[in-house]
Structures are given as structure tokens and as C-alpha cells.
């Protein structure tokens, strides 16, 4: 049966990260997902909205959510944060009390929330639905030799009560996902760990540090490239990656491919549909380094 | 089961530095890793150097990182981490030096919690608000606030845990500041303003990433980040609004009640147009993201329907 998703792109893949949305298109594409894009979907609240009004942010995903229900179908998002977001949001909305009361703030919207849908992120969809061993099928150009190191993010783990989905301490999705597309998982500790991001506007310095030493930790252990589910994570690790080089006083120079681009390598697709110009650290070399043109 | 266990062993007083040791052992199939460890030091190695007291997930004394994770030694089953990881080595907690093996120094822990001054007070200059001699009674929506950070046992694995800890010892760290949420939220307490006001500075709420690390190491779901978040929404509401923190809160909230969608084209400027140092220090970073078609324009076209989304928003602000 043909996969089908609501899919909810959040703000990055509108904004700073256009590339995370067009390649995310261009592999659905490939691997015959369709995608309904949810166009009046709104910011999930990131969890920023929610440090100062937590029943605002519910009530947006609840809003969100209602839209993929009214579709009948699961969302998709490919987002880590707001996978984090909506996962936790939908758990709440489980229960009846917290629905209805939100719920009253939907009344007069496209409509409320029943509490029947599903969030999954490109990432479990690859791994969940879709599944490695029909990914591994339908690579076209096998990413042999590339050593790629995964950085998962904060909110795809963490707190696992509401995610459900990998081993917080260690998961093995994204492993999977890199040897189906024929490259080689690289072991790091910095896999599981925070880019920064919530505090690269508040406490800078703090932030490049912590982006420098995954980096580092992840070359030293001899990554060609990281691959990211999060756009934020993406945005700390690529477009901030000269200031972490400033921080640590040392060049570093790691690609970083979001999630749906790597994919899209090894599904022959070439740079220009996966957007890789757009990548901060060059990652065209990368790709003509493994046969994509 | 026979089992393999790495210890990483150290003994600075004597010059001896951090290294693991392997042991194999004979092992009931239920054993927690405490267990394991006090069999070895009783059977093998009398040497082995560990705190522990009650064994069943309460004192707080046995905290250590297993297989990476700080957690309780007494709280976590042998078979469970070879089944997660494949393997089994215990390492003292981060952040505080190690006086021998999986001992550590706790001070600069306690001394974060010090520093909170984690205790109910009462305005100085006048006698306290409540009867000092009887009980004083509170609802329950109030106990219920401060339950979760009530339940601290001090084991310092979310301290171990914490990632801002790793770069910036100034940070007071999550035990600490969930003490300090624990006051706050307490209705007797009279100097509400005053903390939250110190806990406005370097090294105070602001300084968390919010990576959810010590909600996940916590041995009893005290949440500290989620006490954090409460510190402040505490702090704006008090009108303590003069940091980057809550400008990033309350700009964010701006945005998308405008747009529907965060423009992070617009996020950094409203950060930036407050502080011209750092508007020159993005500047070359702004020119590079352009060159690769990454800035967005600060104009966006609002997301259909944005009026659902103001409507939601508004209601919260009545
Ligand atoms: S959420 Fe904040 S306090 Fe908790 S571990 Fe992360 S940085 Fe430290
Ligand atoms: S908050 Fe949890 S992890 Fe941190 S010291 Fe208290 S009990 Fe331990
Ligand atoms: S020995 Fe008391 S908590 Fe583990």
C-alpha cells in the first residue's frame, strides 16, 4: 500500500533551511510517499512559545493535528524539534480533560482535535514504516566508503516518555538508515548530544563550544559528514560552523547533510534536487566524491 | 551469568591516574550493577572505591555513569545494560574532580545548591505572613506545583548529566536550580523577587540549552529542565525582562503571532538591532548565508488562515 502522510514541514524548511524541504519532496518522490503538505499549519512553539504560555502552544498543535486528522491520514514531520513538540502535545491531548479544555480555544477554527493521529518523523517513517530493507532496495548509488557521523538532536530523544521510538541512550535508527544507503556509521559520543541552538542567541560562546567539540569528536573519529534530522541542529552545526572554528581556534570543515538529502545520494538524485548548494560547509565535493552530478 | 565489567579506576592522591580495569565475574541474573560492585569489592578487590547506602534507589549516594548514562548504580540491572549496549563500564559522574575510583568530590554540587539558598524565608524586616507556631496549611494545587521538585534525593546525576555543565562551570545546574524553582513555588516564601532576580544573571536559568538531559538521567522525574522553564515564565511575569532569555521568549511569540511561522530571518535581527556589537558581529555571517540563498527575507507572507493562529494566541493573552 502506497505510504501517504500530512506532511508539516515547520519553520526552518520555510526559512533558513528551503533545502530540507526540497529534498525532503524530491526522495518522497523517489520512494513513491506522498506528501499532503498541511500549507496552513502552524509553528509548533519550538518549545519557546511553551516556556511562557504552555496552553498556547497545545492549542496550536492541536490545531495542527486536527488538520491531518480532518485528511485521515498520520502527520510526517522532518523536524526533530518539532517532532519533540507535537509528539509531547499529542500525549497530552490523549487525555479527554486536557482536550476538551483545549479544544474550547478550537471552537469556531477549521475544527478540534479528536486525539486520533500520529506523528512520526521522516526518520521513523524511513525506518518504521517504509522500512531499511526496501530503502536498501531502492538505492540506485550506494554511498560506499562514506564514513558518516549521526547527530540525532535533543527533542528526537529526549524525554523518551513521549517519543517511544530509539533507545535515548542509544538509538539505532539513523545507524540503520546510513548502512542501508551503503555508508558506514561512525561512533561518537556527540551523536546524542545538544547542538546549542536554544542558547546560541543568549549565551553564544557556550553554544560554539559545544558545536566544536562534536564536531572534532566526530572527524577525530574519522567522519566524512554529519547527517542531521533537525534543521536546527543543521543550522548550528553547518551555518554556525565558522564561528565554532573561531571558538576552538581550529579549522573543522565537516559537512552536514540534513537527513533527506543523504537519502537522496544514494537514490542517485543529484545536487541541485537535493539543494546541497545551499550548505554552508561545502558539501558539493562530497557529492561528486560519491558519483552524484 | 558470567559477566565482564569495566571499572575505571583512579587514585589522584597517590598519582595514579584514571584507567579501567576489567573484571569477570559470576553474577545471579537480576543483579543490579551496585550489586555487582559490592560483590567484587567483598569477593575480589577490597580496593574498589564507591558510595553507597540504602540499595534500593533512595539515599542518592550511588550515583555513576554506566555505560555513559549517569543514573543510580542500585536502579539499574546488569543484564539490562548489556542488552542496550553489549558491554558494561562504570565511571565516576562529571563534573566534580574524583577523589578515588567511582568516588567523587561533591562539593562544587553542593556548593550550587548553596548558592540558591534553598530554604523557605521570610521578608527580613518583619515577623513571617503565616503562624510560626502551627502547621501551616496549603492547597493542594500549591503542593502540587512544587511536588515534582520536592522529590530531589541530591544524587547529582543530572548535574553529572548536564551539557552546559560540560562548557561553563559558572552554571549552577539543574539539581540547584530545581531547588531554587522548589522556593519559588512555595507560597510562604517572601523573597521571590529577589531570587528570581539573582537567578537573572550568569549562570542562572537563562544558561540551560534545554537539552532535556537531566529530565531523561533523573532516577525521580523531578524534571529540573521543566522547573527551569518554569524559573522563567516566573521571571517574565515579574517583569524581569532585560535579558536576551526573555527577548528571545517574547519576540519569538511576536513573530508567529504576526506570520503564523517563525522568520528566522526576523528572530536574529530583533536580537541583534538591541545590540550593536552584536549586529557587527553577525554581519559577515549574514553576507555568507545570502551567498548561499539562506537568508530569508525579513517580509513573509503570513500562513493562510493565520487568524485561527492569532486567535489562539490572544485568548491566552486575556
Ligand atoms: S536541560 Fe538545562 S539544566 Fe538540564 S541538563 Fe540540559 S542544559 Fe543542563
Ligand atoms: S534532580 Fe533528580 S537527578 Fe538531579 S539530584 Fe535530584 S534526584 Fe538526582
Ligand atoms: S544506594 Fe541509595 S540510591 Fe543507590
Known amino acids: 500500500m502506497k505510504l501517504k502522510y500530512a506532511y508539516y514541514t515547520g519553520c526552518a524548511a520555510k526559512g533558513v533551511c528551503p533545502e530540507l524541504d526540497q529534498a525532503t519532496q524530491a526522495v518522497a518522490r523517489a520512494l513513491d510517499i506522498e506528501l499532503i503538505e498541511l500549507t496552513a499549519a502552524s509553528c509548533c512553539g519550538a518549545g519557546v512559545i511553551g516556556e511562557l504560555e504552555y496552553d498556547t502552544q497545545l492549542a496550536m498543535n492541536a490545531r495542527n493535528l486536527a488538520m491531518a486528522e480532518q485528511l485521515g491520514l498520520n502527520m510526517m514531520t522532518i523536524c526533530g524539534t518539532c517532532q519533540g513538540v507535537i509528539s509531547r502535545a499529542n500525549v497530552a491531548l490523549q487525555h479527554t480533560a486536557t482536550r476538551d479544555r483545549i479544544n474550547q480555544g478550537l471552537i469556531g477554527n477549521g475544527g478540534i482535535y479528536k486525539g486520533t493521529t500520529g506523528v512520526l518523523h521522516l526518520l521513523w517513517v524511513l525506518v518504521k514504516e517504509f522500512g531499511l530493507a526496501r530503502l536498501e532496495q531502492a538505492v540506485t548509488h550506494p554511498l560506499t566508503g562514506l564514513r558518516v557521523g549521526p547527530f540525532y538532536g535533543c527533542y528526537i530523544l529526549r524525554p523518551s516518555e513521549y517519543l517511544g521510538f530509539d533507545d535515548p541512550y542509544n538509538p539505532r535508527s539513523l545507524e540503520g538508515v546510513i548502512r542501508a544507503l551503503g555508508a558506514e556509521p561512525v561512533d561518537y559520543s556527540g551523536r546524542t548530544k545538544c547542538c546549542g541552538f536554544p542558547i546560541v542567541l543568549e549565551n553564544e560562546s557556550n553554544a560554539m563550544k559545544m558545536v566544536g567539540a562534536h564536531l572534532l569528536e566526530a572527524k577525530g573519529n574519522g567522519a566524512d559528514c554529519l547527517v542531521t534530522p533537525c534543521p536546527l541542529c543543521h543550522m548550528n552545526l553547518d551555518l554556525y560552523q565558522g564561528k565554532a572554528e573561531q571558538e576552538m581556534h581550529r579549522k573543522i570543515g565537516l559537512p552536514i547533510l540534513h537527513l533527506p538529502q543523504l537519502v537522496g545520494l544514494a537514490l542517485g538524485l543529484g545536487p541541485e534536487a537535493l539543494g546541497l548548494r545551499r550548505n554552508m560547509v561545502d558539501a558539493m565535493q562530497l557529492a561528486a566524491d560519491v558519483g552524484a552530478t | ?318
Not at chain 2, 544524587?155 to 536550580?177: W, Y
Not at chain 2, 538521567?217 to 532585560?242: F, Q, S, W, Y
Not at chain 2, 530571518?265 to 555571517?285: I, Q, T
Open chain 2, 1 to 318: 551469568m558470567r559477566i565482564e565489567i569495566e571499572i575505571e579506576r583512579s587514585n589522584p592522591a597517590e598519582g595514579q591516574p584514571a584507567r579501567f580495569e576489567t573484571f569477570r565475574v559470576e553474577v545471579p541474573r537480576h543483579i543490579t550493577v551496585l550489586d555487582t560492585l559490592i560483590k567484587l569489592k567483598n569477593e575480589v578487590d577490597g580496593s574498589i572505591t564507591f558510595r553507597r547506602s540504602c540499595r534500593s534507589a533512595i539515599c542518592g549516594s550511588c550515583a555513576m555513569r554506566i555505560n555513559g548514562r549517569s543514573g543510580l548504580a542500585c536502579d539499574t540491572l546488569v543484564e539490562d545494560e548489556l542488552h542496550r549496549f553489549g558491554h558494561l563500564r562504570v565511571q565516576p559522574l562529571a563534573h566534580m574532580p574524583v577523589m578515588r575510583d567511582l568516588a567523587v568530590d561533591m562539593q562544587p554540587f553542593w556548593n550550587r545548591v548553596e548558592a540558591v539558598n534553598p530554604w523557605v524565608e521570610t521578608a527580613p524586616e518583619r515577623e513571617p505572613a503565616w503562624p510560626v507556631e502551627r502547621e501551616t496549611l496549603m492547597d493542594q494545587a500549591a503542593v502540587d506545583e512544587m511536588d515534582d521538585t520536592s522529590k530531589c534525593i541530591m544524587c547529582m546525576a543530572c548535574f553529572s548529566a548536564c551539557e552546559v555543565s560540560d562548557v561553563d562551570t559558572r552554571f549552577l545546574g539543574p539539581a540547584a536550580l530545581a531547588k531554587a524553582y522548589r522556593v519559588v513555588a512555595d507560597p510562604r516564601d517572601e523573597r521571590k523577587q529577589e531570587r528570581l532576580t539573582a537567578l537573572n544573571e550568569v549562570g542562572g536559568y537563562w544558561d540551560c540549552t534545554r537539552c532535556n538531559q537531566c529530565v531523561q538521567a533523573c532516577p525521580k522525574d523531578v524534571k529540573p529542565m521543566e522547573a527551569i522553564v518554569h524559573l522563567r515564565r516566573e521571571a517574565i511575569n515579574a517583569g524581569l525582562t532585560n535579558t536576551a532569555g526573555s527577548r528571545h521568549i517574547t519576540e519569538f511569540i511576536k513573530i508567529v503571532r504576526s506570520e503564523g511561522r517563525l522568520n528566522e530571518g526576523r528572530m536574529p535581527l530583533k536580537m541583534v538591532l538591541s545590540d550593536p556589537k552584536k549586529l557587527l558581529s553577525v554581519l559577515p555571517l549574514a553576507v555568507d548565508m545570502l551567498r548561499h540563498g539562506k537568508l530569508p527575507s525579513p517580509i513573509h507572507p503570513p500562513i493562510p488562515r493565520v487568524k485561527e493562529v492569532r486567535r489562539i494566541m490572544d485568548k491566552k493573552a486575556k
